[in-house]
């Protein structure tokens, strides 16, 4: 029963969460005690862990769905049995930098600092320091490359249709796939 009722406290706040704007969601998050910079998307279903307040959010900075941040160690649950020490605990802040994408279902462990200007692939674990102006993905994450690396082998293939109507986008993108 006890599962039943987390579980339905969970779907319940996540269904709140969706009727919510943005800004409360962010509000509601600040309130939690993470530090959350200017300019941010967080969606609805990113997990900060038991310990909120060890986050810090820069500006700019988009973590999509699935996300998770974990400000602990979980594995001392063995120790305090092996050695007797019940009142142990292995915590460590997360900082993510400016300017930052994270992608889908990505976990970011504990004491690790994110620089500005990053993009993490979907699915990645991220257990190191990214410095600035990198794309790392993979389990463990590891760099793939710089985003000047990713901007230079692009930049002949981009869309410009973010700020097209998604009848317009849905229109344009048909039309250019359909020729292929």
């Known amino acids: 029963m006890l599962n039943g009722i987390k579980m339905t406290n969970s779907?319940?706040?996540?269904?709140?969460f969706k009727l919510l704007g943005q800004r409360e969601y962010l509000n509601y998050l600040r309130k939690q005690g993470?530090?959350?910079?200017?300019?941010?998307?967080?969606?609805?279903?990113v997990s900060f862990g038991s310990e909120p307040y060890l986050i810090e959010i820069g500006n700019h900075v988009r973590i999509t769905q699935g996300c998770k941040f974990i400000t602990h160690d979980?594995?001392?649950?063995?120790?305090?049995?092996?050695?007797?020490?019940?009142?142990?605990?292995?915590?460590?802040?997360?900082?993510v930098g400016n300017n930052v994408h994270i992608g889908m279902n990505?976990?970011?462990?504990?004491?690790?600092?994110?620089?500005?200007?990053?993009?993490?692939?979907?699915?990645a674990v991220v257990t190191k320091d990214i410095p600035?102006?990198?794309?790392?993905?993979?389990?463990?994450?590891?760099?793939?490359k710089t985003i000047k690396e990713y901007y230079d082998n692009h930049k002949d293939e981009f869309d410009y249709t973010k700020?097209?109507?998604?009848?317009?986008?849905?229109?344009?993108?048909?039309?250019?796939?359909?020729?292929?």
Request: with cysteine; glycine share 12%; net charge positive.
């Open 74 to 95: 979980g594995g001392v649950w063995v120790l305090r049995y092996k050695y007797n020490i019940n009142d142990i605990d292995l915590v460590n802040k997360i900082k």
């Open 132 to 144: 600035d102006g990198e794309i790392w993905g993979g389990v463990p994450a590891k760099k793939i």
């Open 11 to 16: 779907v319940l706040k996540r269904l709140k």
């Open 106 to 123: 990505s976990i970011i462990m504990p004491g690790v600092k994110i620089g500005n200007d990053v993009i993490i692939g979907c699915g």
């Open 163 to 180: 700020n097209m109507s998604m009848k317009e986008k849905k229109e344009y993108l048909n039309e250019k796939y359909m020729k292929e």
């Open 34 to 45: 993470i530090v959350i910079g200017n300019d941010c998307e967080i969606y609805n279903d």
